[in-house]
C-alpha cells in the first residue's frame, strides 16, 4: 500500500515566503516562468522544498490564487459599507499587475481541469462582491431604477480589462473618451488616465 507522502504545515513560515515569491514571479514573468526550481532559486531553497510543501504545481497556483481573492473580497466588503465604495472596485481595477494575473489564470485554467474549479468559484465570488459594490454606488446616486446592476459590473470589469491590457503597450485611443462617458453614465468622476496602482492583487513589494 503506497503511503501519502508527508507535506509541510500551511502555516509555515517556508510556505508563505514560496506563495509570496511566486506571487512577484507571476507578476515579473508570467505563468511559464513558474517552476519548482526558479522558485526555489529566487529564495535560495532546495527545489525540493517546494514539493514538501505543494504536491503539484497547480496546488502552488491555487494557494496563490487563493491569497490573493481573500484580500480582494476583504477590500470590496469594507467598500460596501465606505462612503465612496466605487473608488476601491475602480483601484482594483487599475492594478495593472493583478488585471495581467487575472487573465493569465483564466486563460491558463481553461486547459488545466486541476485548476479550472477553483478559478470558477473565486470568478464568482469576486463578481458576487463587485456586484454589492456596484448595487451600493447605483442606489446612493438613485441611478438603481434607471441602470442593471448586473451588466454594469460586467461592462466595468471589460472596459479596465481593455484599458489597463492597452495602457500597458502604450495605446491610449479611445481611453479618455470611455472614461468620461463612464463617469457620465454613473455619475462618479473617473481620473482622466489609468495609471497602474497597487492592489491586493499586485505583489508584495520585495525586500531591498
Known amino acids: 500500500m503506497t503511503t501519502a507522502r508527508r507535506r509541510g504545515k500551511k502555516d509555515s513560515k517556508t510556505r508563505t515566503r514560496l506563495i509570496d515569491e511566486a506571487l512577484i514571479l507571476l507578476s515579473e514573468e508570467g505563468i511559464s516562468a513558474l517552476?519548482?526550481?526558479?522558485?526555489?532559486?529566487?529564495?535560495?531553497?532546495?527545489?525540493?522544498?517546494?514539493?514538501?510543501?505543494?504536491?503539484?504545481?497547480?496546488?502552488?497556483?491555487?494557494?496563490?490564487?487563493?491569497?490573493?481573492?481573500?484580500?480582494?473580497?476583504?477590500?470590496?466588503?469594507?467598500?460596501?459599507?465606505?462612503?465612496?465604495?466605487?473608488?476601491?472596485?475602480?483601484?482594483?481595477?487599475?492594478?495593472?499587475?493583478?488585471?495581467?494575473?487575472?487573465?493569465?489564470?483564466?486563460?491558463?485554467a481553461g486547459r488545466r481541469p486541476a485548476l479550472r474549479d477553483t478559478v470558477k468559484r473565486y470568478i464568482e465570488l469576486f463578481r458576487q462582491a463587485e456586484l454589492e459594490v456596484v448595487s451600493c454606488h447605483l442606489k446612493k446616486h438613485n441611478l438603481d431604477k434607471t441602470l442593471p446592476a448586473l451588466p454594469i459590473t460586467v461592462m466595468l470589469t471589460s472596459a479596465f480589462r481593455v484599458l489597463v491590457v492597452e495602457d500597458a503597450v502604450g495605446v491610449t485611443r479611445g481611453h479618455e473618451e470611455t472614461l468620461t462617458w463612464l463617469s457620465s453614465l454613473l455619475n462618479y468622476p473617473f481620473p482622466p488616465s489609468t495609471p497602474a496602482i497597487t492592489s491586493p492583487l499586485d505583489p508584495p513589494p520585495s525586500e531591498s
Open 35 to 108: 517552476s519548482a526550481r526558479n522558485l526555489a532559486q529566487r529564495l535560495e531553497l532546495s527545489f525540493q522544498i517546494v514539493h514538501y510543501y505543494f504536491k503539484s504545481m497547480d496546488d502552488l497556483l491555487i494557494a496563490v490564487i487563493e491569497q490573493s481573492i481573500t484580500g480582494v473580497l476583504d477590500t470590496l466588503e469594507k467598500a460596501v459599507v465606505s462612503d465612496n465604495p466605487l473608488a476601491t472596485l475602480i483601484e482594483l481595477h487599475q492594478g495593472t499587475a493583478g488585471v495581467g494575473m487575472g487573465l493569465e489564470f483564466e486563460i491558463y
